[in-house]
């Protein structure tokens, strides 16, 4: 397989984790929170690039250590998640902007264009699998927590530890898409297609399906036409995706 053609498959494995992690992210109401989470990515970058190690093993590590900090605020405070995922939001942003500069500002907002290696192909096909995986087999436990967290406890769920999982598991998601979508962009990509998905679908296997299908050809048609238009991948995929979107209203209303 060559760099070209792994870059493409890794991110069209990307655009299924998003989708899929998107789905319980939309229900939970967490659409502005992926956004957020997102940003929490900056400072890694900023002290990756300092350090001259990779940008992406920086992004990682504080969007693992922020999520888990999301998380434990959030069991001892008893503070809404959005609220604290807010906070940290806004203080991310602001260290990750001091810390970075010019072009590595923009490539780590908007995403980069250039190769990716062998390296960070194999990683992302193994993370994608994680995410994918994840959802599957704990989507049930995943809805009975958001219907009825009580419940979810009697029926043996350890409901804090799963939604710690699931908040690692959506930072693995975030981290899987900056490298060509940045840390603006690649919230979108998690919300939209699943907000797409829940427009047309009656059930949740149907959601979880259309999510799929709506990330996967955003990615597609995005990447075609940004080469085609000689335009920026990321906003380009993004931009297929809203369309999609509005055409799901449209047919909705209809």
Known sequence: MGLE?????????????AGLIGCFAVMRRMALAADAISHVALPGIGVALALRIHPLAGAGAMLFFGT????????????ATETIIGVVFSAALAVGSMMSSG???????????????????????????????????????????LVSPEVARTAGINVARLNLLYLETFALAVALGLRYLGVLLMGSMIIIPAATAKRLAGSLSGMLLYAVL???????LGSYAAVLLHRPTG????????????????????
């Open 235 to 254: 906003p380009m995929i993004i931009s297929v995706a809203a369309g999609f979107f509005l055409l799901s209203l449209i047919r909705w209303r209809a």
């Open 214 to 220: 709506a990330a996967v050809l955003s990615t597609v």
């Open 103 to 145: 072009e590595e500002l923009i490539e780590a907002l908007f995403g980069g264009s250039g190769k990716l290696t062998i390296g960070e192909i194999v990683f992302g096909f193994l993370a994608a699998a994680g995410v994918v995986f994840f959802v599957l087999k704990k989507r049930n436990s995943l809805i009975l927590v």
């Open 5 to 17: 053609t792994g870059a493409l498959a890794l991110s069209i494995a990307t655009a299924i984790a």
């Open 68 to 79: 888990l900090l999301i998380w434990a605020l959030e069991s001892r405070t008893r503070i």
